[in-house]
């Protein structure tokens, strides 16, 4: 509290004895809002001019008036100490009534023992008859409420200097102190509460000077507790920051970055990361207050940013090995690609991932009679449902083909999404090995099936022959049916020579098969009269024909040019072709023979039969060593199923296609093409 100047105490006690408040104000240079200090130094002056002129104040209500406009309440004591006087203020504030207090002591009045440290220097200057500021006590009024009371005074002399008492002024505190109290403990709440703040948090004034911080953004960098401090503008804290070497880089010589950090400090909100030498990462944000301050926060992420570094790195890591795989991998969401490998697009056919990912589905992919059993698939891991986790599908590539593919699925995290990833290899050559392993498995059991028919069938057919000739020749042998019987002995000669040329033929055919096989069977080639050659192998049939009562003709070979072949096999072709017409003609059926000459100029031998017929798709069965058609009918004909087997392959040796065009019931044609080289004109014809 400053006192008034002296120098107008003069006229301030002019106007105190004129009783006029407003020249007094004017004389102390102040306005009404003078202190209590100032009133009390201005009452003292003026009574000591008073008394040099001896003019004492009679009851001091002058000095009342004025004091008890410039504080809550004065007071008086006598030179014992005792009240005599306080101002009604008091006691309205205090709900306390006159009797309490006057002709009291102080501490007689206030009840507080003298071993109070704070009393017992009150007393002494009391006792001292010195004047006093601004002595602070607690009161309890009646109603048990504490209040704060503050109380200055001076003493008072009379002309001879005798002390004859104390006046003063007081004040109640107890509003003041309250809310000194609750801005205390709201500032307490306030510190706490930034203090909890999981980011350095700092306030900047309008002037960009800084209020307050906690902790976190004091020890957010080293050095930074001595320049955070209260009043510290910004750019001194981040000008010190950065020539402590704390940022990361050169930057701390960079005013370009200087001027930057304080354009983003000024222009807010602002957020932004920074990185520090010693490794760590801060996330700055910045917002702007209603009076034109700057609030800021400061995280900690070197954590997070280690966490991303290091996913990138193992992104980096998975994409290249991906990226390496010969394997196939998708990740779609609802079949929709988000992630292809070029593994992926080699696969099925695409120029690079991107074309995968420009598709509108991943079914596109997928054979059609597949794409709803692997969209099912998809959609119960989506779902968290059980799926297949190895399976083989059929895919499309780009191009249309067809391709096989084992795929691995699973449900996996992509980007926060659930998704599903394919990993897929193409096995389409393991699964046409596999097919064609079944394939040969097939052909090979379907072989043995044959040739354990074929022995079953030879069993049959060789011992049918052998039983003639030795039941014949033990016949004539023994003369069983007596001698002399030499006609019925010449027809046992002759069955037993055509049992064993059947025998002959029937071995024949398996040792020309077998040599066939095996790639043994050479041809001697000459020129052929297919006229003759026809004849000769229809005279050979003719009895069985006529047995059958079957018609055998031969049809226009009367012209045909010679052909350049091995005459034995030709024979044996047709001899074979004959027979097996013979053999499925009914009784009253026909069978020719004959030869033309076709548009390219080669040579058509051709056997046709009005018999039973051979199904479509039973031809390239009976084309096959051993093979036999199955049916009721085919098994009452003797036969081991090489003819036609045979005439195709002696065909293809001369370079000959065989041709046949069969009808169930209908009957049947073979035709045997030869190639025009092997023509002979009649002019360079030797026949045979």
Not at 181 to 199: H, M, V
Request: net charge negative.
């Amino acid at each position: 509290m400053v006192f008034p100047e002296l120098a107008n105490a003069a006229e301030a006690a002019e106007a105190v004895v004129a009783g006029d408040t407003a020249l007094l104000w004017a004389a102390l240079g102040v306005g009404v809002g003078v202190t209590m200090g100032a009133a009390l130094t201005l009452i003292i002056l003026s009574r000591r001019r008073l008394r040099d002129q001896g003019r004492m104040l009679k009851g001091g209500e002058q000095f009342r008036q004025i004091a008890e406009f410039a504080g809550d309440w004065v007071w008086e004591m006598d030179q014992d100490l005792r009240f005599t006087y306080i101002s009604e203020r008091f006691f309205e504030l205090y709900s306390l009534t006159p009797d309490t207090i006057l002709g009291k002591t102080r501490g007689e009045f206030k009840g507080m023992g003298t071993d109070d440290p704070a009393w017992k220097a009150h007393l002494k200057v009391l006792e001292a008859r010195k004047p006093f500021r601004d002595f602070s006590f607690p009161l309890i009024d009646p109603n048990n409420k504490s209040r704060h009371i503050r109380v200055s005074g001076r003493p008072l002399f009379d002309a001879d200097g005798v002390f004859r008492g104390y006046q003063g002024a007081g004040t109640d505190l107890t509003n003041e102190i309250e809310a000194t109290a609750q801005a205390a403990r709201a500032e307490a709440t306030l510190i706490d509460a930034i203090e909890s703040i999981s980011a350095g948090f700092a306030l900047f004034d309008s002037n960009d000077r800084l209020v307050i911080c906690n902790n976190l953004y004091r020890v957010s960098n080293p050095g930074m507790s001595e320049i955070a401090v209260a009043g510290a503008t910004f750019e001194e804290i981040v000008r010190n920051i950065a020539a402590a070497g704390l940022y990361d880089g050169e930057i701390a010589k960079d005013e370009a970055y200087i001027e930057k950090r304080l354009a983003l400090h000024r222009n807010t909100p602002s957020d932004h990361e920074q990185l520090l030498t010693d490794g760590r990462w801060l996330r700055i944000r910045e917002s702007a207050t209603h009076d034109g301050g700057t609030v800021l926060l400061l995280t900690d992420i070197t954590e997070r940013k280690n966490a991303e570094v290091a996913l990138e790195e193992s992104e980096e890591r998975f994409r290249n090995l991906i990226e390496g795989s010969v394997q196939g991998v998708l990740v779609h969401i609802n079949h929709k690609s988000l992630f292809a490998n070029q593994a992926y697009a080699d696969i099925f056919g695409y120029q690079s991932p991107d074309e995968i990912i420009a598709q509108e589905s991943a079914l596109d992919h997928i054979a059609p009679h597949e794409r709803a059993r692997m969209k099912s698939y998809s959609v119960a891991r989506l779902q968290g449902l059980e799926a297949p986790v190895n399976y083989v599908f059929e895919g499309l590539r780009k191009d249309g083909s067809r391709i096989y593919l084992e795929n691995r699925g699973r449900a996996v995290i992509w980007k926060g999404q659930p998704a599903v990833q394919r990993t897929v290899v193409d096995i389409t050559e393991r699964k046409q090995a596999e097919e064609g392993l079944r394939q040969a498995k097939e052909a090979a059991e379907i072989a043995n099936r044959a040739k354990s028919e074929f022995l079953a069938n030879m069993s049959h057919e060789l011992r049918t022959p052998l039983n003639s000739v030795i039941g014949f020749s033990q016949v004539i042998k023994d003369q069983i049916i007596g001698p002399g019987n030499t006609s019925r002995y010449r027809e046992y000669a002759a069955d037993i020579f055509y049992s064993g040329t059947h025998l002959l033929d029937l071995i024949s055919d398996i040792l020309d098969v077998s040599k066939i096989e095996v790639g043994e069977l050479d041809i001697i080639e000459e020129n052929i009269d297919i006229d003759k050659a026809i004849q000769s192998c229809a005279r050979m049939v003719q009895e069985r024909a006529d047995k059958a009562k079957i018609t055998l003709t031969i049809v226009g070979v009367d012209e045909c040019p010679g052909l350049l072949a091995d005459e034995r096999r030709i024979k044996q072709i047709l001899l074979n072709l004959l027979s097996n017409a013979v053999k499925f003609t009914l009784p009253g059926g026909k069978v020719s023979i004959g030869a033309d000459v076709t548009e390219g100029g080669g040579i058509k031998l051709w056997v046709a039969d009005t018999g039973i017929g051979i199904a479509p798709e039973d031809i390239p069965t009976v084309l096959k060593p051993f093979g036999q058609v199955e049916s009721p009918f085919h098994k009452s004909y003797e036969g081991t199923g090489l003819g036609l087997s045979l005439v195709k392959s002696l065909s293809e040796i001369h370079g000959a296609e065989l041709d046949i065009d069969s009808l169930p019931g209908r009957g049947t044609t073979v035709s045997i093409l030869f190639p025009a080289q092997r023509t002979v004109v009649a002019k360079d014809a030797k026949l045979a």
